[in-house]
């Protein structure tokens, strides 16, 4: 049996029976014994088992040979990997208190006989440790397989050459197959070897499957991995997702029939195949609440990719654009009406689309799965947009087919995901954070090679763009796109929120005219539950005269409107977005240089320290000293940020020119005014009792203001006035 052994796993090369080098046409397939028999590869498959079944000795010699195979590795202490059992050197007693059968003591005379085998991984090997799994040599055989998997002998490519094109095979074995990989889907850590080698084998059950009388088994595969997806383990729902992916997009997701027939019908890119299980498929929307950020944003991309992808949804939008002009024929004339792209999905689609308007109208839990599903659309429509821009996507005639219809499309979802997000900071916050990872994700091949050609042209007066985002997904974003994100994020809500001109004019009462208006000098800002007002000061201005405009903190944080709080949460991945979409577009940051050294629209510094030196802010009421410390702690986010954006820009630019060598000399003021806000929000902290300004904000901003804890001794006498003389040194020259 040994020698039979070695002889099959050299000669047997379990190659399809369709190889394209075999010649001769079988139609009546003759040459699998017959339409009405059994395929040859099964029978050799249920020999094999009934000899390794009955012959215990072959079977453990052949272990030892598939052990041997490629990479040897060592059994550790807790027995994860497979023993190096080396057929040449193995010791003959070893073996023979491994086979207490005395018929079976021959183990070394079969590692002999399976010595002359190859030396490498064959597919053979594969199917053999499929049927020992569920024996007597279960435990064996699934040490050594996954022993093969994480040396990278048994890669995910191995094996999808393995079980490809064998669907009768594997029909056989799919018990012990499905098996294997739902043990494999729990293995740590998540996107491991093992892990990898379980979303591959649900992923090549499925496509491997591909006949009418093989749904069965791929509607099994897809309850498996909505089993994987409502399990709670992350493990598992990362595998689940990784499967699917692979089966959205990819090789494995389109069989090459489908392909040529869409190619020769002219219908536009073919569908995955899993666009045909859009009712199994609805079933992973269930269990979004229990899903991470990035393991929602892999589902809805799956999702996105199913119905229609970016492909199609370039060539559908080409295929209304030409409808509505009539160039499409007679079916069409100019007064068509042109649908919204992106609808290729069908029922499904309208199903997905459905759960994300309706997440985003939830509560706050419940809108995080809402912009989730909402970037996975807009993503899409991106991608669309650089094929179109490109010429390499199905938009046919060039860049005019559908591709104002998309950009159409794009500015809309921008503009309800704002919408839906308004009156909630923390959502817009994250929002707004999840397309600057969006747009700083590595673009993809499809996207990478269609866009190469555009991508060099979008900064101005032949500018290259910064390098350091150029292998980035937005850049590869036609012109036309960025510009819409630039209008959405920069005009209507940076600008508009936290953008005032200078000088500081208050606003005019009701009768009075401009000439009044000039002379009513800075505004006031009236905060809740005092009777005071407190003017607006300027702060911080590292530019000097030469700016006109400030980012207005203080009225935002006296306001007790919830809009208005609402931006100091989101103003600073906003400002993260705005400056990530200046680098892409124009190369640097000298669009938006102004946010640099303009000043900071602050409460007035006597609010601290009056000319006598003494601090009044005990003497108002609580809401007067939460209001405070929320507007230095707002200042210090927004100056941690702006150093976080222009930082790299100024690092990259070249030396010697005036706004490279200016950038540098502002940041590092911004840097010491920076130490200077947060040691004065320390000092104010430490000596304001708790409950002012509310023991919560207190706590948040001691842990943002002083991370170290340097400073939160308490006892040390006039802390508050050597902070306030050293912030009064910095700011003072500063104030309008």
Known sequence: APSVFAVLRGGLPMVDLSDPRVSVPDPKGKRGGGSGKEAVEVRILRELVVALTANDAAAG???????????????????????????????????????????????????????????????????????????????????????????????????????????AALREMWSPAMSLAATLAASKPSGGPLAAAAARLYAVMFAAMGGQEDSLQRIEVLHALHSHLGSGVAEEVDTALGAL??????????????????????????????????????????HLESFTDSQLARLFDVLTAVTG???????????????????????????????????????????????????????????????????AFLRRVGCALTLLDGGGGGGGDGQSDGFDLLLREWRGRLDDLIAATEGHGAARALALGLISEMIKAPATTTTATTATASAGSKAPDGQAPDAQLAGCWGAKLPAAALEQLTAVVQSELLERALVVDLPLVAAPAPGQGPEQERISGPPEVRV??????????????VDEQETSV???????????????????????????????????????????????????????????????????????????????????????????EIINCFTPAVAVHPQGQSWGVNGSAKLGKRSA????????????????????????????????????????????????????????????????
């Not at 499929?130 to 094996?159: F, H, N, Q, V, Y």
């Not at 209304?320 to 069409?332: C, I, K, N, Y």
């Not at 007002?533 to 911080?540: G, V």
């Open 550 to 640: 400030a980012i207005n903190l203080w009225p935002l944080a006296a306001s007790s409107a919830i809009a208005d709080r609402d931006v100091l949460v989101w103003m600073t991945p906003c400002l993260s977005l705005v400056c990530l979409v200046s680098r892409i577009v124009f190369g640097d940051l000298q669009d938006v240089d102004g946010l640099l050294g303009c000043p900071l629209v602050m409460f007035p510094m006597e609010l601290l320290q009056d000319d006598e030196g003494v601090n009044h802010l005990h003497e108002l009421p609580p809401t007067v000293s939460a209001a405070v410390l929320t507007c230095l702690q707002a200042a210090s986010s927004w100056l941690k």
């Open 528 to 541: 809740a539950g005092c009777a005071r007002t407190f003017r607006c000061s300027a702060w911080l201005n």
């Open 309 to 375: 992808g970016a492909e199609g949804v370039a060539w559908r939008a080409a295929a209304e654009a030409r409808s509505a002009a009539g160039t499409a024929g007679a079916a069409g004339g100019p007064g068509a009406v042109v649908r919204i792209a992106g609808g290729a999905g069908g029922r499904l689609e309208s199903e997905v689309q459905i759960v994300v308007d309706k997440a985003l109208k939830g509560s706050a839990s419940y809108k995080r799965i809402g912009i989730a599903g909402s970037l």
């Open 61 to 167: 010699a052949v272990l030892r040979a598939i052990s041997a195979a490629g990479t040897r590795v060592h059994i550790g202490p807790g027995g994860s990997s497979a023993p190096d059992l080396d057929p040449v050197t193995a010791d003959v007693d070893d073996i023979a208190e491994e086979n207490p059968d005395p018929g079976a003591r021959d183990g070394a005379a079969a590692a002999a006989a399976l010595a002359d085998g190859p030396q490498k991984l064959v597919p053979l090997d594969f199917w053999i440790l499929l049927a020992l799994l569920g024996g007597r040599r279960g435990k064996e055989a699934d040490k050594i397989l996954r022993a093969k998997i994480c040396d990278g002998t048994a890669s995910p490519s191995w094996l999808s050459s393995v079980l490809l094109r064998h669907a």
């Open 245 to 286: 992916a692979q089966l959205a997009e990819g090789p494995l997701s389109r069989s090459s029939n489908s392909a040529a027939a869409s190619a020769a019908g002219g219908g536009g890119p073919p569908a995955p195949a899993l666009s045909l299980y859009g009712s199994a498929l609805s079933n992973c929307l269930d």
């Open 673 to 736: 005014q920076l130490a200077v806000l947060e040691a004065l929000a320390a000092a104010l902290v430490e000596n304001i009792p708790p409950p002012r300004g509310g023991l919560a904000a207190l706590q948040a901003l001691r842990s943002h203001a002083d991370p170290l804890g340097r400073l939160q001794k308490r006892g040390i006498g006039g802390m508050v006035g050597a902070a306030v003389s050293s912030a009064t040194a910095v700011i003072g020259g500063t104030k309008r």
